[in-house]
């Protein structure tokens, strides 16, 4: 993100302050405090001088992240509904060495990869890697002691027996900046338009559609929006009232596919989640033996040239991933809210029922498969 956001910021500078455009005025150190979108204008507040002013605007793009200030404009129109939550997961971050079993140019997920807690890991530059772990919420309290501990010869000593994706290069190393972190939150929103005609405001990236990183697609939907709304620019000739509209018509069905992958490809229930990692495995292998009877799993389909996430939704829904998942998660998650504020008393095994759903879809992938290698 630091890299893409250092080269916008370079581009602007060479290509307008340079220029001295008089129509280019970068304020760094700068906050909006608050959207008068009748009179078209933004209050601003520098944050050294404590300076406030109003600036007028005749497009205000509200790219300003999960806490969207611009959002809260448009949440006045009683036409836009908006939900802002958070995960539900609770996640520490390391950066390491990259382990030689790791791709240097792709995303690898990490499922199971500790006790309790699945994990992704991204590819940085200078041969280092992003591993972020999470625990659902409700699961927090299970982990075991010694991934909560403090001590970090302990938690190096721990993982260095139950880490089980590969070898990593440095124990110590991981076990230093785990215990040196707090357990970590993500926001997640979902929005029902990203614009509003009259209020000349429009929303992109986290503003519109925060989400977990388990599928890696953020800031790309982000990067997305802006390169839409660009071609939609031209194609309507940079009039808004077409621009708009059409870009919400666009964009919202891919924040919402992204926040929901994101969000329900995994399953709260840690032996549900086991079994969707052994129909990944399965489906993903059939597909590649018979690629016109067997549909590809959508994990797979995910960040392909062409592939629009709308689709990989439709295509998880279509397989039962979303539905099956949406249930045991909304529930887990509520019956979480009712037991720790004191509505109900906690009961174990709640959503275990759900399993029984995932079965069928998993033994008949074992079954085809097992056909498959018989012939
Ligand atoms: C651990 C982790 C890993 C991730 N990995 C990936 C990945 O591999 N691939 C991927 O595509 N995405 C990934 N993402 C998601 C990605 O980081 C975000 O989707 C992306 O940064 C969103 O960009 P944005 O510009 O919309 O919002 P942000 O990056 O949040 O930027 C918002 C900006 O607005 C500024 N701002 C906020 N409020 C105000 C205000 N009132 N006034 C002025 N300025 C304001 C903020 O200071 C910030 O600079 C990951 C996220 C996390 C947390």
Redesign the pocket.
Known sequence: ?NFV?AGMARYLQEKYASASDPAFAALYD????YVDERRRRVL?RASVTGEEKYLSYDLLVG????????REALAKSSNFEMDIGDIFQE?K?VHVEKPPALSASA?SLLPAALPEMTG?A?PETGNMV?I?MGVPRHRRSKLPAELQSEDIPTVAAYVRKNFRAFDLVDYDDFARQWVGQEW?R?GQVHCSSYHSSPHRIVL?????H??S?SI????????RDAHVFYELLVKHGDELDKTLPDFSKERVREGQALTDLAYHLYCFDAKAQLLEVVHIIVRSKLHKMLPRLVEDHPQNMIGRTGVALADVYAQASGLGIIPKHRRINDETRRRYFETSVGMIKDTEGGTSRWLTLGVPIVAISLGLAKYCASI
């Open positions: 993100r956001v700068t906050r909006v405090q601003v790219c300003d992240g999960v806490r969207s200030v611009v996640f971050a995303m992704i991204l992003n972020s970590n993500t992109m990236g986290d503003a519109a925060a989400t990183p890696g697609m953020g800031m790309n939907t982000a990067l």
